[in-house]
């Protein structure tokens, strides 16, 4: 059990059957009347996010959010499976519980898979990876305006905006995050 005057930033409670982390918290302490707790709270399994006040004094039941790299490696029809690093492990995930960004993601990469009571709600890719442009136009010699980038695919199928020097072949770096190039790859 946790109180409310005891949340700190990152820690997860369950909350009307939610699984709620606090992203921020302020204890107020008003000249009149009781001191609360003010939280901006992030719904951990659907990414919601609301912000409400508690007394200090109410509790809440601890939740474990587990976290494990795993290693993605094949997909069959909407199941992605993952190989637990530990014990070898296949598990299915539905391919809706995968975000947009793990458009990224190729065979044998480790991800970061979020459960709570055995049950996968997120599966985070690595923040940064590295790809092989396998199809975009060829930049013409002369054209160096800045800041132009042109449409790339890259080995996953995903498209990536890169900049006109870049050919097919090359290995590029991508923020999975922001599905932004970063940079060619080094190597």
């Known amino acids: 059990m946790i109180s409310a005057g005891d949340f700190r930033n990152g820690i997860t409670f ?52 587990e976290r494990r790299d795993m290693e993605y490696s094949y997909s069959d029809g909407n199941l992605f499976y993952f190989m637990d690093q530990e014990t070898y492990e296949l598990e299915p995930i539905d391919q809706s519980l995968l975000g947009d960004n793990f458009k990224f993601v190729k065979e044998n990469m480790l991800c970061n898979v979020h459960s709570y009571k ?36 890259v080995e996953t199928g995903a498209e990536v905006k890169v900049p006109l020097f870049i050919e097919e072949g090359e290995k590029i770096r991508i923020d999975t995050r922001t599905g932004e190039y970063m940079e060619r790859a080094k190597g």
């Open 118 to 153: 055995g049950k996968v709600f997120n599966v985070d890719p690595p923040n940064f990876v590295e790809l092989v442009v396998t199809e975009t136009d060829p930049g013409f010699k002369g054209d160096t305006a800045t800041n132009v980038l042109k449409p790339a695919i």
């Open 14 to 65: 369950e909350w009307d059957g939610k699984v709620m982390q606090i992203i921020e918290f302020q204890h107020v302490k008003p000249g009149k009347g009781a001191a609360f707790v003010r939280t901006k709270l992030k719904n951990v399994i659907t990414g919601g996010v609301i912000e409400t006040s508690f007394s200090p004094s109410d509790k809440f039941e601890n939740a474990f959010v």
